[in-house]
Each structure stands twice: as structure tokens, then as C-alpha cells.
């Protein structure tokens, strides 16, 4: 009788340690704040007039990380081709919404606010959205 205690007792600690040992869900993931945030293109990503003007944003989102992995590691020579058509460029003042971080937040999933391609998603880089836009306040005027 001693033996199957011994025995239950040891079975309902292997069941319990994992969950005793899991980390809790922290709210401080800077992703998670800026999810659903909306963003106002105000500096156009390229000032090269040959490739013409405006931010780009990828159809594919690995593109969008084959393109910064390769901007970040000066990987040019393992960098992908992408396909014209699978971009679109922003002009200024044209909106985007956040709806979700990939690739480690280095890519954003985001979703077109303006233009011809108005809610589409596209993957934009996150350095590109920290340079290039700025985050629209939402105004409190609730008296």
C-alpha cells in the first residue's frame, strides 16, 4: 500500500513540475505593444529617383527577411531576387496598421490604410518603420 502511494506521489510530480516550471506570460514584449498601432509613412524609404520614390513593402514576408537578414549580415551574396510585382511602395502620408510581428519582431505583418492596394497585408521591416514612420496619437478628448 506504501509502495503505490510512493508510486502516485511520483507521478502526480512529474505531471505538476512542467507547469510549476513554466515561465508566466509577460505583457513587456515591445511587439505586443505596438500591435495594432497605426503608422503614417512621413520620409519616403528610397532617394534614389532610379528605383523611384516611396517605401516598399513585401507581398511575401520572406522576402521582406531575406532582405533584411542580407542588410543586416552583408549577405548580398546569398541574397533572394524579388519579384517587381511582389512589391508595393508607399507614398507619404499613406497609413498602415500593425496586426502582427514575425520573424523574431524584425518583420511587421501590416495592413494598407490608403491607396489602391487598401486592405491588403503586406510585411514591412522594422527598421524600416522606425525610420520612416510615425505613429498616429490617438487623442483623448472624452470630458
Known sequence: MIDIKKYLLLFSLILATPSLLAETTDNTDPAAKILGTIWHLVKNGSS????????????????????????KFQTWDTFSMVDGRNLVRLKKNEGIEIVASKFNNSIYEVK????????????????????????????????
Open 112 to 143: 494598407l490604410l490608403n491607396g489602391f492596394y487598401k486592405g491588403k497585408t503586406y510585411y514591412l521591416i522594422a527598421d524600416e518603420l522606425e525610420k520612416n514612420f510615425k505613429q498616429e496619437m490617438k487623442d483623448n478628448d472624452s470630458i
Open 48 to 71: 534614389n529617383s532610379l528605383f523611384g520614390s516611396g517605401q516598399v513593402v513585401y507581398f511575401l514576408s520572406s522576402d521582406a527577411h531575406n532582405t533584411h537578414r542580407s542588410r
